[in-house]
């Protein structure tokens, strides 16, 4: 109270300038702010303090009016709540307190008047503080209103809608004298005192209002001196401030003058001032046509316009008010909703153009669905029949039923309007699983209609919900079918908006780890499945062997395929590759027993699947971050029974995995289709320039009959262009082939060598000590070296004994005699292990033919005598003799004989 006290100086009696008295504004807030409180003594408090202190009802009507729109214009928006709720009480309890006054003007004694009277009294007890005290103090105030007329009489002139703020005081004051000594140990005198300034009309009457209309009509017009003295255009605030008064005292606004600023507010360009005129005449205009006819003549056509030419806000708040005034109401329906016959008119209306029959039906639709959105449950039988009242309406072309009396720019309108609306609809999960197949299916040709705008906007549409994150990632796969736009510059804007969306959910997915539970509904390469599924069941493909739709679906695959291709870092063509075919090992659920369905959708198929072969620039052979999953409303459990690779595509269409250049190469391609089992090649000479990073990388190139060459890929050389690697690989293409084949020629024996080796294992192992042989090349017309030691010193031959002589020339004899049938000299490399031929071929870097070493028995220490280092020594010389004097002479090396060094 101290502090209203302060702005009650400062404010409303100014002693100081303007700017200082701005610095006491924040009081009016603080001591509205108080009206939240559940304390019912600190609300009649803040009551108390409007009336006295921060819009005196002391003061002149003028200046109170002028203080009162001030503070609701200033104040903040809690303030203003507060102020509502406030003249909204008192209110209120001025109307028990006035259907207590008739009750005992009734004069009746039944009693049903006696329980109406005590649940009254109840009523207004609690409407006071101390509840029990204040009961029996109302009770006693009503005895006296039942005895004493003359209380009576000041109450209905006090309570009276007509009553003047002059004449309230002075009923106050005559009823107060009635009730004892002005004391506050009078608790009865204050207890009534405190029910009477509740109900008293201290603030408005009829004068108070009209001021109030003349300040808020300054202000619309910007002539307002208490804008420019508070700094802002406060009309809209006082506009409030008058609807708000309308409804409390709404005889106070009839009058002449008060209904002539209202029309005057219906004819400005203000929309906002129309919209709260038209509220207001709702409000207070139930007798203008008796009362006021000269009002209701001038008033009546202005809101005919209002309701056909308004805004939607205009045009339905101008039906309540005609509802209201007029008696000829049903007249003026029918003049305004009048129909209009259908015209030809163009592709397209506005708002503004349409028949108000569409555009009750559009908002008919929005209405439906936002009714829908606040109950958010899929058990109600509402939401299935809306959601079927929309498709049929989409599926009849936008003509409900189907009875052509609408034109086909109204048509389209209401198509727009329904598939925005299933939009919205499907954006909350309990409604996107109720949605089924054919509707979806329907709602997507909505990007194909006939009318360009609703294409567009539907578009627009379609990718403001889906950046949400809301709408399910089978909605994305409606972009697809935008690979059938004719319009180059739409098909662009939709090629744009289908980018961004696939960006948003890679960017989302990489920001969010909590994302990766659910990367099936929001990962963009999820979407083929659902792309696939809505192609097979094109309207228009009703053939699988149909080939100028099968080319249109290729177009529309390439769409939506191109931006997963060609600009995913993460793209995994075997992924891909393996999702495809996982699709074709099913059947469509939508249809299960109907081949013809499946029979399309495995066309379908095999044109992504082509499509994955023929556009793929780059084979990386690496998994996807995710397992090719299927969606179950869409495709059966697949059949693992049987592969199914029938190509279901008429030969036109048909295509062939590429072909490649080079054994690893092709390993590597075909162990990404599946056909053998990946390994990793090794490098070729072509391969040479550097090893690949992030798994085999095999580029494909286009050769000029169509067919693609691939080549193991490391990292480039600087400088090195696509076309220099080409003219290399052609040029290195013989010698790889040739070194391909040998390497093929090099395989069998190799298997052959490996068996051979298990079985002959234990004998190896019993004769590892009388193993000593060494092969000796020499070229013709030359003659053998005696070798030597790493010493220098000549080899010392160790004598032998007579049975170990015997037996080293037998072995000898058996020698000779395989040498002797062995054509080609690489056969004798399989009599070696597969240790030593590697080591013989590493310390060789040109071909040649293998020699057979000694197997050397170490000591029981581990280690290797003497007499082997010696005989190593000996053999390694005698290769490297032989080796360099058949490279001089040009010709083949001659196995003359072998010599035999003893083991120490």
């Given amino acids: 109270m101290g502090l209203a006290q302060i702005y009650k100086k400062i404010m409303v009696y100014p002693t100081i300038g303007v700017a200082d008295a701005e610095r006491f504004a924040w009081i009016r807030n603080k001591v509205m702010h108080v009206y939240y409180q559940q304390n019912l003594e600190d609300r009649l408090l803040v009551e108390k303090i409007l009336h006295t202190c921060l819009a005196p009802y002391t003061l002149d009507t003028t200046d109170r009016m002028k203080r009162l729109y001030q503070l609701y214009a200033t104040v903040d928006d809690h303030a203003v709540k507060a102020i509502n709720e406030l003249f909204k009480c008192q209110n209120i309890v001025r109307n028990h307190v006035r259907q207590l006054v008739n009750l005992h003007q ?315 609306s299933m939009m919205k609809l499907a954006q909350e999960p309990c409604y996107a699983d109720i949605v089924t197949r054919e509707q979806f299916q329907t709602l997507a040709l909505l990007i194909n209609d006939p009318v360009y705008q609703v294409r567009e906007r539907f578009s627009n549409k379609l990718h403001k919900a889906l950046m949400t994150l809301r709408l399910p990632l089978e909605y994305l796969g409606v972009f697809c079918l935008s690979g059938n736009e004719q319009n180059k510059e739409l098909r662009v804007a939709n090629k744009q908006l289908l980018v961004a969306n696939i960006s948003k959910r890679r960017e989302y997915m990489k920001t969010h780890a909590s994302a990766s539970t659910k990367k099936f509904s929001i990962l963009p390469d999820y979407v083929l499945p659902y792309v696939i599924h809505l192609l097979a069941h094109d309207p228009d493909f009703t053939r699988p062997d149909d080939s100028t739709v099968l080319k249109q679906i290729q177009d529309c695959l390439w769409f939506i395929m191109e931006p997963l291709m060609m600009r995913n870092e993460n793209y995994s063509y075997s992924f891909l590759k393996k999702l495809i075919e996982n699709i074709k090992q099913t059947k469509d659920a939508q249809a299960p027993d109907d081949d013809l369905s499946n029979y399309k959708l495995y066309a379908v198929c095999d044109l992504a699947l082509g499509i994955v072969m023929n556009k793929t620039t780059n084979f990386v052979l690496k998994e996807f971050p995710g397992e090719p999953v299927l969606p179950a409303k869409l495709y059966t459990n697949p059949d693992r029974s049987y592969s199914n690779n029938k190509l279901y595509l008429p030969q036109e269409f048909a295509f062939t995995p590429p072909r490649v250049r080079g054994k690893a190469a092709r390993d590597a391609l075909l162990a990404s289709l599946g056909r053998i089992p990946a390994k990793v090649p090794k490098q070729s000479s072509s391969a040479k320039r550097g090893a690949a990073t992030g798994g085999t990388v095999i580029r494909v190139i286009g050769g000029d009959s169509g067919d693609f060459i691939a080549y193991e890929e490391g990292e480039s050389s600087p400088g090195v ?108 490399r399989a009599k070696l292990s597969p240790k030593k031929r590697t080591q013989s071929s590493a310390d060789s870097p040109q071909k040649s033919y293998p020699m057979r070493r000694t197997a050397r028995r170490g000591n029981q220490n581990g280690q290797t005598s003497d007499g082997d280092e010696e005989a190593a020594a000996v053999a390694g010389e005698a290769s490297e003799s032989i080796s360099q004097t058949s490279t001089d002479t040009g010709e083949e090396p001659v196995v003359k004989r072998k010599t035999r060094v003893a083991r120490r």
């Fill in 106 to 420: 009734s004069e009746e004694d039944d009693e049903e008047t006696l329980s109406a009277i005590q649940s009254k009294l109840q009523v207004l007890s609690r409407q006071l503080p101390d509840t029990a005290k204040a009961n029996e103090y109302i009770r006693r105030f009503s005895t006296m209103l039942g005895s004493d007329a003359r209380v009576r009489t000041y109450m209905v002139k006090l309570l009276s809608p007509d009553c003047t703020c002059k004449k309230a005081e002075e009923c106050v004051r005559e009823v107060l004298k009635k009730l004892g000594n002005p004391t506050q140990n009078n608790v009865f005198y204050m207890t009534i005192k405190a029910l009477l300034e509740r109900i008293a009309p201290v603030m408005i009457d009829y004068e108070a209002v009209l001021q109030l209309l003349r300040y808020v009509d300054d202000s619309v017009r910007g002539l307002g001196e208490i804008d420019d003295e508070i700094g802002i255009k406060g009309s809209e605030r006082g506009l409030q401030l008058l609807l708000m008064l309308a409804l409390v005292f709404p005889l106070s606004f009839k009058t002449d003058d008060a209904f002539g600023h209202l029309i005057t507010f219906l004819r400005d360009e203000d929309d906002y001032a129309v919209d709260v005129s038209l509220q207001i005449f709702a409000k207070v205009g139930e007798d203008i046509e008796s009362t006021f006819p000269n009002i209701h003549s001038c008033l009546v056509p202005v809101l005919v316009n209002l309701a056909k030419m308004g805004s939607s806000k205009q045009g339905k708040h101008a039906v309540q008010a005609i509802h209201v005034i007029c008696s000829n109401r049903d007249q003026l329906f029918m003049q305004i909703f009048e129909m209009p016959s259908p015209a030809v008119a163009a592709n397209w209306l506005e708002d503004d153009e349409m028949s108000v029959e569409v555009r009750a039906k559009m908002e008919s639709l929005k209405l439906m669905t936002r009714v829908l959105l606040g109950l958010k449950s899929s058990q109600s039988s509402l939401a299935s029949s809306t959601l079927r009242l929309m498709n049929t309406l989409i599926s009849h072309q936008g003509d409900l039923m189907e009875r052509s009396q609408i034109n086909d720019a109204e048509k389209a309108r209401l198509r727009l309007v329904a598939g925005g």
């Fill in 721 to 828: 262009t696509l076309e220099e690697e080409v003219e290399e690989s052609n040029r290195v293409k013989s010698g790889e082939e040739q070194e391909q084949e040998e390497e093929e020629n090099e395989e069998e024996p190799a298997e052959a060598e490996k068996v051979q080796e298990e079985e002959q294992a234990p004998e190896q192992e019993q004769e590892v000590e009388e193993e000593e042989e060494e092969e000796e090349y020499k070229p013709q017309k030359s003659t053998r070296k005696r070798p030597v030691t790493g010493s220098g010193d000549a080899p010392t031959l160790r004598k032998r004994t007579r049975g170990v002589k015997k037996e080293e020339e037998k072995e000898d004899e058996a020698d000779e005699q395989e040498e002797e049938e062995a054509e080609p000299p690489k056969t004798t």
